[in-house]
């Protein structure tokens, strides 16, 4: 299935995107990584870890397609649902 075909089923919706935006992602994902090493530091529970782990892989997920979305088309795609 395409990225076309989420849009059309409402699924997707296309966002503008540029590199301020990105920067600031990919300090939102520095600043959630440096909270899990202190999580782990501090012994935190599994599910604090967990949570703040899940964070910074969907901050980078979300800046990496950003990023590749931006040179083309100035774009991101959001999941809509």
């Known amino acids: 299935m395409s990225f076309?075909?989420?849009?059309?089923?409402?699924?997707?919706?296309?966002?503008?995107?540029?590199?301020?935006?990105i920067a600031r992602l990919?300090?939102?994902?520095?600043?959630?990584?440096a909270d899990y090493e202190k999580a782990v530091t501090a012994k935190l529970s599994p599910d604090v870890q967990l949570g703040?782990?899940?964070?910074?892989?969907r901050v980078?997920?979300?800046?990496?397609?950003?990023?590749?979305?931006f040179p083309r088309r100035f774009a991101r795609w959001v999941v809509l649902g």
Request: charged share 25%.
């Open 4 to 21: 076309e075909s989420w849009v059309k089923n409402s699924w997707l919706e296309r966002l503008q995107s540029d590199a301020p935006e």
């Open 60 to 69: 980078c997920g979300t800046s990496n397609f950003s990023v590749r979305m």
């Open 26 to 33: 990919l300090a939102l994902a520095d600043g959630r990584l």
């Open 52 to 57: 703040l782990a899940y964070d910074v892989i």
